[in-house]
């Protein structure tokens, strides 16, 4: 059973940076196309960015220029590297991987920007 789980979310001030980590477990991120998704409170649940098996990403115009997705397949992980935060980027921050034509969720992790 493929399980996802994010981590490195906490508290940051704005300008502030945060790293993201999904680790997954029972299955490879090889050859799996993965994304970064957020929900800020009370919101609903928004893509942020994709990464394909080759490390090519697309993501929103709100986070280009200060998040970048990336890979590691050796690791079974994908990271988001959010920089220049503002109070709007706070959300919970979900990882998401189709296998096999099944949709996996993380159970997301928590990112705060506040001053």
């Known amino acids: 059973q493929v399980q996802l789980v994010e981590s490195g979310g906490g508290s940051a001030q704005p300008g502030g940076s945060l790293r993201l980590s999904c680790r997954m477990s029972g299955g490879t991120t090889t050859g799996v196309t993965m994304a970064w998704y957020r929900q800020p409170p009370g919101k609903q649940r928004d893509v942020v960015g994709t990464?394909?098996?080759?490390?090519?990403?697309n993501s929103v115009n709100e986070i280009k220029g200060r998040f970048t997705i990336s890979r590691s397949d050796d690791e079974n992980e994908i990271y988001l590297e959010m920089t220049e935060l503002k109070i709007e980027d706070t959300a919970t921050y979900y990882c998401?991987?189709?296998?096999?034509?099944?949709?996996?969720w993380g159970q997301g992790t928590r990112v705060t920007v506040s001053a």
């Open positions: 990464i394909f098996p080759d490390g090519l990403t």
């Open positions: 998401a991987a189709r296998v096999r034509g099944q949709l996996y």
